[in-house]
C-alpha cells in the first residue's frame, strides 16, 4: 500500500512538472505544443512522456481544463467576497478577477479564448470547467431576480431560434430570469471577454491607454444594461 502511494505521488509531481513545462511552451510558442520538446526540456527520452499523456491532444486539453478551473475558482473567490444582495457589486468582482486573471497569465487566457487549435477538438468533459465562470454571472442575476431587484426592460421579443437559445441557457443558469434580461446578460458577458481579450492580444495600443479606468466604467455601465440596479 505504501509503495503504490508513493508511485501515484510520483506520477502527481512528474505530471504536474509535464504541465508547467508545456506551460512555459505556450509563452513561446503558442498552443503549438511538441512534446518532443517538452520532454528535452525536462530531461528525458520523448518516449517517456507518453506514459503521463498519450498525445499532445491530451496534454492540451490538461492545460486547458486546468485554465478553465484556474479562471473559475478566480471569479468564484472574487465574487464571494461580495455582500449577496449587492448584485451589481458582484457583477463587478466578476469582471474584474476575469481581466485579473487574464493579464497575469495571458498565455493560458489565449489557450482557451484565443485561435482555436489547428486539428484539435476539445472533448466534453471540459464543458463544466468552462462554464465555471458564466455559472457565477447566472447565480447573480438568479439572486437579483428573486430579489426583484432586476429592472425591466422593454426590449422586442427574440426571435424564435435565438429565443431557444437563451431559454436553454436560463434553465441551466438562472432559471428565473426573463429571456431579454438574460440575453442582455449574455451580451454583457461577451463585451467583457471582448474587452479583455482586445487588452491581452494589444487591440488597443495607441487608442485606449487609460485601460483600468476605462474597463470599470464600461463593466459599470453593463450592469445598468443587464438591469443590475444594486
Given amino acids: 500500500m505504501k509503495a503504490n502511494s508513493i508511485r501515484a505521488r510520483v506520477r502527481a509531481e512528474m505530471t504536474e512538472e509535464i504541465k508547467e513545462i508545456a506551460r512555459r511552451h505556450l509563452a513561446t510558442d503558442g498552443a503549438n505544443l511538441s512534446l518532443r520538446a517538452v520532454a528535452r526540456d525536462l530531461g528525458v527520452v520523448s518516449s517517456a512522456i507518453y506514459r503521463?499523456?498519450?498525445?499532445?491532444?491530451?496534454l492540451l486539453t490538461a492545460l486547458i481544463l486546468d485554465a478553465y478551473n484556474a479562471l473559475g475558482g478566480c471569479?468564484?473567490?472574487?465574487?464571494?467576497?461580495?455582500?449577496?444582495?449587492?448584485?451589481?457589486?458582484?457583477?463587478?468582482?466578476?469582471?474584474?478577477?476575469?481581466r485579473g486573471w487574464a493579464l497575469q497569465r495571458p498565455h493560458e487566457y489565449a489557450l482557451i479564448y484565443g485561435s482555436p487549435v489547428p486539428g484539435y477538438h476539445?472533448?466534453?468533459d471540459t464543458v463544466v470547467a468552462?462554464?465555471?465562470?458564466?455559472?457565477?454571472?447566472g447565480g447573480i442575476l438568479q439572486d437579483a431576480a428573486e430579489a426583484g431587484a432586476l429592472a425591466p426592460n422593454d426590449d422586442p421579443h427574440l426571435p424564435d431560434g435565438s429565443a431557444g437559445d437563451v431559454a436553454r441557457?436560463?434553465?441551466?443558469?438562472?432559471?428565473?430570469?426573463?429571456?431579454?434580461?438574460m440575453a442582455r446578460g449574455l451580451s454583457a458577458w461577451v463585451t467583457?471577454?471582448?474587452?479583455?481579450?482586445?487588452?491581452?492580444?494589444?487591440?488597443?495600443?495607441?487608442?485606449?491607454?487609460?485601460?483600468?479606468e476605462f474597463f470599470e466604467h464600461q463593466m459599470r455601465a453593463q450592469a445598468r444594461y443587464i438591469g443590475l440596479e444594486r
Fill in 169 to 181: 441557457v436560463a434553465e441551466a443558469i438562472a432559471p428565473d430570469v426573463p429571456d431579454t434580461t
Fill in 122 to 124: 476539445a472533448p466534453e
Fill in 130 to 137: 468552462a462554464t465555471r465562470a458564466v455559472r457565477v454571472l
Fill in 52 to 58: 503521463y499523456f498519450a498525445s499532445r491532444d491530451e
Fill in 192 to 212: 467583457l471577454f471582448g474587452q479583455v481579450s482586445f487588452e491581452i492580444f494589444g487591440q488597443m495600443r495607441n487608442t485606449v491607454e487609460h485601460r483600468d
Fill in 75 to 98: 471569479v468564484e473567490e472574487a465574487e464571494a467576497a461580495v455582500p449577496r444582495e449587492a448584485h451589481a457589486a458582484r457583477w463587478l468582482a466578476v469582471a474584474g478577477a476575469v
